[in-house]
């Protein structure tokens, strides 16, 4: 799955692909430019591996967001998104035949294209970097504890991750954050499948690929390269701004 978007003043581009060891893709992405309001929207959403249908409940997660947002353009934008989560998280708690028990991270930037700040959500564990002036930084939290768990893997018995929080769930955390985006900076949403897959150059990867002149094929090939190696499936979304800043 691939989506490119780009305007006078930012470049997006996106990601999704399935692991070669897996029927169906539990990762999704929803890359939209809402240009009659001029805002864009970009969402990583990833299926929890051991709940029912991954792959349906990353895709609901991503298209029920937009679906109510789209719709629910008179009210204030904080607002909006947070009731565009719970509308989103509704849908996979309905789910009432064999995918009962749906599961999924969201990880979503809504950003008014005229403004230098955009909001973010983390839920679950997934992330969103920030690149400017040659540093990196993760902007979220991933939502997981280390679980005593023994469980039999390829590489013997090991202890797992737990997401502790994600759609699916009766309440989870719904905090907006503000993030700033000026001239030049650069966001990277990801699934776990796509920054653990690289794990030692991943932060060197990512402000090289920050700088370059030509993002999309650079962005592709990265992808490439991370693939080789990856033992999920990985989905990663870029966003570039150029041109002038403005603060309305």
């Known amino acids: 799955m ?13 990601q999704s692909n399935i692991c ?16 009659d309001e001029k805002t864009l929207i970009a969402i990583v959403s990833d299926g929890i591996t051991n709940q029912p249908c991954d792959w349906l409940a990353s895709e609901l997660a991503c298209n029920k967001f ?13 607002e909006r998104i947070k009731e565009s989560v719970r509308h989103a998280n509704n849908n996979l708690l309905s789910v009432e035949d ?33 690149v400017s002036d040659g540093n990196i930084i993760q902007l979220t939290r991933d939502d997981k504890v280390l679980a005593k ?7 013997g018995l090991k202890d797992i991750w737990t ?21 030049g900076g650069f966001l990277l949403l990801a699934s776990d499948g796509f920054f653990t897959s690289r794990k030692s150059s991943f932060e060197k990867n990512i402000i090289e690929l920050s700088k370059s002149d030509n993002l999309q094929s650079d962005f592709n090939k990265l992808v490439r390269k991370f693939e080789i190696l990856a033992d999920d499936d990985m989905t ?9 800043n403005t603060d309305n």
């Open 2 to 14: 691939d989506c490119a978007l780009n305007t006078s003043s930012w470049e997006a581009y996106g």
């Open 20 to 35: 070669f060891s897996k029927e169906k893709n539990g990762d999704h992405l929803l890359l939209e430019d809402i240009r």
């Open 66 to 78: 937009y679906e109510f947002f789209i719709k629910a353009n008179s009210i204030p934008v904080r």
């Open 98 to 130: 064999e995918c009962r028990g749906l599961a999924s991270t969201l990880t979503l930037v809504v950003w008014e294209y005229d403004r230098a700040y955009f909001y973010y959500v983390n839920i679950g564990d997934s992330r969103i970097y920030s």
């Open 149 to 155: 768990m023994d469980v039999q893997t390829s590489e």
């Open 163 to 183: 997401v502790t929080s994600h759609l699916g769930r009766e309440y989870p955390d719904i905090i907006i954050h503000e993030g700033t985006f000026g001239k």
């Open 236 to 244: 990663a979304i870029v966003i570039r701004k150029v041109g002038r």
